[in-house]
């Protein structure tokens, strides 16, 4: 049993639930016409054309994942975090997390949480919302440490 796979187990006994909700569609016509994003111009011009509503993706869907994971308040680490890491993170508030894991709930996989969008994914634990700000691998490649912020 491979590092990775004993702390997914530890993940699914151990840890608490939430549910990761992760936005993906095909890309608006706009985000590509001149390179540069979302662009309202271009849905002045072409107004037959599908239309992203500035979210830059059109028939998009979000996927619901159940996961397991451990929760604790930033804060309680805080004097803790290494300057370079305060650096990327900002400013964190009280109610900030951080999060090891992720483990599926139906699979007992890793979840990659590296790729999910800031501004369009987020993270549901304890009936609130939060955005994942930043993502490290944990040594070995076990599993995954993140930060959350409130949404
Ligand atoms: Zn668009």
Same mark, same amino acid.
Request: proline share 4%.
């Given at each position: 049993?491979?590092?990775?796979?004993?702390?997914?187990?530890?993940?699914?006994?151990? =840890?608490?639930?939430?549910?990761?909700?992760?936005?993906?569609?095909?890309?608006?016509?706009?985000?590509?016409?001149?390179?540069?994003?979302?662009?309202?111009?271009?849905?002045?011009?072409?107004?037959?054309?599908?239309?992203?509503? =500035?979210?830059?993706?059109?028939?998009?869907?979000?996927?619901?994942?159940?996961?397991?994971?451990?929760?604790?308040?930033?804060?309680?680490?805080?004097?803790?975090?290494?300057?370079?890491?305060?650096?990327?993170?900002?400013?964190?508030?009280?109610? %900030?997390?951080?999060?090891?894991?992720?483990?599926?709930?139906?699979?007992?996989?890793?979840?990659?949480?590296?790729?999910?969008?800031?501004?369009? %994914?987020?993270?549901?634990? #304890?009936?609130? #919302?939060?955005?994942?700000?930043?993502?490290?691998?944990?040594?070995? =490649?076990?599993?995954?440490?993140?930060?959350?912020?409130?949404?």
């Amino acid at each position: 049993m491979s590092k990775q796979s004993r702390f997914m187990a530890f993940c699914l006994r151990n =840890g608490e639930s939430a549910t990761i909700s992760n936005s993906s569609g095909t890309a608006c016509p706009c985000w590509n016409w001149r390179g540069s994003g979302y662009s309202p111009e271009y849905h002045r011009l072409y107004p037959a054309s599908a239309n992203c509503n =500035g979210t830059g993706l059109v028939s998009s869907s979000t996927a619901q994942t159940n996961v397991k994971a451990f929760f604790y308040p930033l804060g309680m680490v805080g004097t803790k975090i290494p300057e370079d890491i305060k650096t990327v993170i900002g400013e964190t508030v009280e109610g %900030d997390l951080i999060m090891y894991g992720t483990a599926n709930t139906s699979t007992a996989a890793l979840v990659d949480i590296s790729a999910l969008e800031e501004q369009e %994914d987020y993270i549901a634990y #304890n009936s609130k #919302n939060y955005k994942v700000r930043k993502v490290y691998d944990m040594p070995h =490649g076990t599993g995954q440490v993140a930060i959350l912020v409130r949404k």
